[in-house]
């Protein structure tokens, strides 16, 4: 972290609370917790400008599932006359345990012929700089050039505005939810992905 930064974080107790917190939550060291959060702030403030392009939805993939449904309307529930309380909970048949299926997938990711590696974290930094969780020793590929990221409806992985882009059969993207078995091109390196159920 730059000394004036640094500075700034130690002159306000609550931010470098919030900041040490949000370390411990996710695993990410502070100095990438500030690149990231610049960057988002860059972005939403028209500093960073990144070109939107026109991807295919990628095969098998129904758009329909990212959209969230609306919560039902909250309505007070209904109370059951008292005598009949203990007989309808008799009669209850128990429960099937909840199934957590994506909560146990992995994803796994292969650069080039490397071995595969399974991501452990939630957010997961690919780049050329010595705070990415997985570093490419290559000058074509940036600093920070994509992360792969763990959001509630699966894997995505995301550019972040890198030079020479993230590509996959031949379109570049901006951000796309990975369904496994993807090949992506990160400058003249081929990054495969694939998850598994754990």
């Given at each position: 972290?730059?000394?004036p930064v640094?500075k700034m974080?130690?002159?306000n107790p609550r931010?470098?609370?919030l900041l040490?917190?949000?370390?411990?939550d996710?695993?990410?060291?502070?100095?990438?917790?500030i690149?990231l959060?610049?960057?988002?702030l860059?972005?939403?403030l028209?500093?960073?400008?990144s070109?939107?392009?026109?991807v295919?939805?990628?095969?098998?993939?129904d758009?329909l599932?990212?959209?969230e449904?609306?919560?039902?309307p909250?309505?007070?529930?209904?109370?059951?006359?008292k005598?009949?309380?203990?007989?309808?909970?008799?009669?209850?048949?128990?429960r099937p345990?909840q199934?957590?299926?994506?909560?146990t997938?992995t994803l796994f990711?292969?650069?080039d012929?490397?071995?595969?590696?399974?991501?452990?974290?939630?957010?997961?930094l690919?780049?050329?700089g010595?705070?990415?969780?997985?570093i490419?020793h290559?000058?074509?590929?940036s600093?920070?050039?994509?992360v792969?990221t763990?959001?509630?409806?699966g894997?995505?992985?995301?550019?972040l505005n890198?030079?020479?882009?993230?590509?996959?059969?031949?379109e570049?993207i901006?951000k796309?939810?990975?369904s496994?078995?993807?090949e992506?091109?990160?400058?003249?390196?081929?990054?495969?992905?694939?998850?598994?159920?754990?």
């Amino acid at each position: 972290m730059d000394n004036p930064v640094r500075k700034m974080v130690l002159f306000n107790p609550r931010l470098l609370s919030l900041l040490k917190q949000i370390s411990r939550d996710t695993g990410i060291e502070p100095d990438d917790i500030i690149n990231l959060a610049l960057y988002e702030l860059g972005r939403k403030l028209g500093h960073v400008k990144s070109e939107a392009r026109k991807v295919p939805p990628p095969i098998g993939v129904d758009l329909l599932d990212e959209v969230e449904p609306s919560p039902p309307p909250s309505r007070p529930p209904s109370r059951p006359p008292k005598g009949r309380v203990q007989k309808a909970a008799q009669n209850r048949p128990p429960r099937p345990p909840q199934q957590h299926k994506q909560a146990t997938d992995t994803l796994f990711i292969q650069l080039d012929d490397g071995p595969m590696i399974p991501v452990r974290k939630k957010v997961f930094l690919i780049g050329r700089g010595s705070k990415c969780d997985h570093i490419i020793h290559h000058r074509s590929v940036s600093r920070e050039h994509v992360v792969i990221t763990k959001e509630r409806n699966g894997w995505f992985i995301e550019d972040l505005n890198s030079a020479n882009g993230t590509w996959l059969d031949g379109e570049q993207i901006t951000k796309h939810k990975i369904s496994g078995g993807e090949e992506f091109n990160i400058s003249n390196h081929v990054l495969r992905v694939n998850i598994r159920a754990g």
